[in-house]
């Protein structure tokens, strides 16, 4: 006969704090999801680079991005079009150029992941 492993064998369980936890798990469902989401895009160093520097400068065109990363444009382009369907950045055309911006929102959020960076690379 096999044990179901989803047992425990605690002697004391307490139900209101499993209650109240899987409560609040449900409670923030979505937006977890939509952190959990972010972070996997921002955990790739060349997307973490980019918000990075739009954050410093405000925005960027991709062939700015490019110069600056030492990339082709296709790749960084890529990078960009997945970061702009989670919605961690936006463009505005200009002329022929497209230049890409960080919400407010998305800024407060990476304030936070940058923070943890030394102050010296935050120049």
Known sequence: MKKDSNTCIRVKRDGKQIDRCKAKIEEIRVPISSLARMMSLVSNEVRMKILFLLRQEGRLCVCDLSEILEMKIPAVSQHLRKLKDAELVYFEKEGA????????????????IFGLLPEAELV
């Not at 919400?103 to 304030?111: A, G, N, R």
């Open 97 to 112: 150029t497209i230049y890409y911006h960080i919400p407010s929102d998305i800024k407060s959020k990476l304030e936070i």
